[in-house]
């Protein structure tokens, strides 16, 4: 009986048969959202995608037009890695109607197919977006952008930092100076070029072969001169490595090279610590993302015209206004819309301080000095004149150069407002006030600011917050999505394009399960 229930429970049975029923369709309850992935794939053109696979030799397992609706699908339900997708492949029936009898692909075929998605990525939402446009969903005049620092699938302690690696190559070069008693200007590239030739002449003796190893062995002076220079090579070599894997950053992770180390809103070590991730960049527009990108800049400022710059050629007349918060403000950003005749709706980054009563009596700030366009000059609250002396130029991070203009006044002393006006000076009698500042960036600060503070621009301030925040809500909170799940800039972008198709593809179904046809945009209460 025991060896009965044994072998009855050991059959190996690879199909389950469900109770026959006299309609032979196969067919199960759906919200809609299977059907519209595919109406909105097959009304893309996939041309590229198509193409880039071979019409001779073996066809894909999968027809690709069937896998990125698959993708899609999967993102929308918060279905991301690979395995999780061929499980729902093989046992969810919305998954089946997809691939519409072709065989479940397997967790290696999707990864391929992910990586194979990576240059098409981007045109693949630019079509996504042509579609929602077409319906009257989406509408390019004005576009909300904003970001969000998401964490890498990299260690958090693979850090490598640009001022220790010059710290110690400084110190290495140093050492290797006082070994061969070289001269003090001595450059890295010589040092490198003498340990190979101390290198090649320890080798050309042929004392190598006869080197020990092992404990309780003694070296010989020529092998310990031979490991020590070897170490100093291979150290200089790794320095090298780093700077240039670096660039103009200052730190990235050994085990996501592409990832720099920021800091996360989302500090679930409660230590404020520093951890890899990228800068992601959202465009949206009628509560649909329009464009994304991914950045190594911790900083949005420098994002903005890198963004664009993929953005304006693929929507190149359809695009007006630019809609952002005071983190993108600068003097390259508002230089860059006005050449290409953009609308800055950006919030000046002094917009809230300047509402407060300290800070318009403030006699320090030039704001509340009085100009003489007449003589050029500022008057202070003693009286004094601040002349303008001299210009000069400043290169921003970014390789912008900008002309700063100084006004000096050299009647300082012993001023009665001296302590207010010169409150962040570290003398105690400081004998001149300077204010210098950007007269170009003043009026582009200024046209920005009336545009936000008009009727539209009211209207498109609480677009933005509403827009450009809830898409990260969606991101973060609704598809769980708080990390990265591959390597590399190209593959995480080609992730957060997947998820922007995801949100698009909820958001649609939500507004016409709702009848909701036209775009949506939120204007403020009356």
């Not at 009855?8 to 309609?23: A, D, G, P, S």
């Not at 070897?230 to 894997?245: H, M, N, P, T």
């Not at 407060?356 to 006699?363: A, L, M, W």
Request: proline residues 2%; positive net charge; glycine residues 4%.
């Amino acid at each position: 009986m025991n060896n009965y229930i044994k072998n009855k429970l050991t059959l190996n049975r690879r199909v389950l048969q469900l109770k026959m029923n006299i309609n032979v369709d196969i067919s199960f309850q759906d919200d809609g959202k299977v059907d519209l992935v595919r109406n909105l794939v097959e009304r893309m053109d996939l041309t590229n995608l198509v193409n880039s696979y071979a019409n001779n030799g073996r066809k894909p397992a999968i027809n690709p037009i069937t896998m990125l609706e698959i993708f899609i699908y999967a993102f929308s339900e918060g279905i991301y890695s690979s395995r999780a997708i061929e499980k729902a492949c093989r046992f969810d029936l919305r998954f089946h109607y997809l691939l519409d009898g072709q065989k479940a692909p397997d967790h290696s075929t999707i990864s391929r197919f992910h990586k194979r998605l990576e240059p098409f990525i981007q045109d693949i939402l630019a079509e996504n977006t042509k579609v929602l446009m077409d319906e009257g969903h989406v509408n390019l005049s004005s576009i909300y952008i904003d970001g969000t620092k998401i964490e890498a699938y990299a260690n958090k302690y693979s850090f490598v930092w640009k001022k220790a690696v010059l710290k110690n190559q400084e110190k290495l070069r140093l050492q290797v100076i006082d070994f061969f008693s070289l001269p003090e200007g001595t450059t890295l590239h010589e040092i490198q070029t003498l340990l190979n030739k101390k290198l090649q002449a320890i080798e050309k003796t042929g004392s190598v072969q006869s080197f020990v190893k092992g404990r309780g062995k003694r070296k010989s002076h020529e092998q310990r001169d031979y490991e020590r220079f070897q170490s100093w090579r291979e150290r200089l070599e790794k320095y090298d490595e780093f700077l240039q894997v670096m660039g103009t950053r200052n730190s990235f992770s050994k085990t996501d090279v592409d990832a720099t180390f920021m800091r996360m809103k989302e500090d679930h070590m409660k230590n404020g610590q520093l951890k890899p991730g990228y800068n992601i960049q959202l465009a949206s527009t009628g509560q649909f993302i329009i464009g994304a990108y991914g950045s190594h800049h911790p900083n949005d400022v420098l994002t903005l015209p890198l963004f664009l710059d993929e953005l304006y050629p693929r929507y190149k007349g359809k695009l007006d206004r630019i809609v952002c918060d005071s983190g993108y403000e600068s003097i390259e950003n508002y230089t860059y819309l006005d050449e290409r005749d953009l609308s800055s709706y950006i919030k000046p980054s002094n917009y809230e301080q300047a509402k407060k009563r300290s800070y318009q009596s403030d006699i320090s700030k030039r704001e509340n000095m009085t100009y003489l366009e007449e003589e050029d000059c500022f008057i202070c609250a003693n009286g004094k004149k601040l002349i303008r002396v001299q210009d000069r130029k400043k290169k921003r991070a970014s390789g912008f150069e900008e002309v700063l203009h100084r006004y000096e006044c050299n009647e300082c002393n012993h001023c009665p407002f001296q302590k207010q006006c010169n409150k962040y000076s570290r003398r105690e009698n400081p004998q001149t006030k300077r204010i210098e500042f950007n007269l170009a960036f003043l009026v582009y600060r200024q046209k920005s600011y009336e545009n936000i503070t008009s009727e539209d621009g009211i209207t498109e301030r609480i677009n933005r917050s509403i827009q450009a925040e809830g898409m990260f809500s969606k991101l973060k909170e609704g598809l769980n999505y708080q990390r990265f799940r591959h390597k590399g800039l190209r593959a995480i972008l080609c992730d957060i394009h997947l998820v922007a198709l995801g949100i698009n593809l909820n958001q649609l179904h939500r507004k016409l399960h709702r009848n909701q046809f036209e775009m949506i945009r939120y204007i403020s209460a009356a």
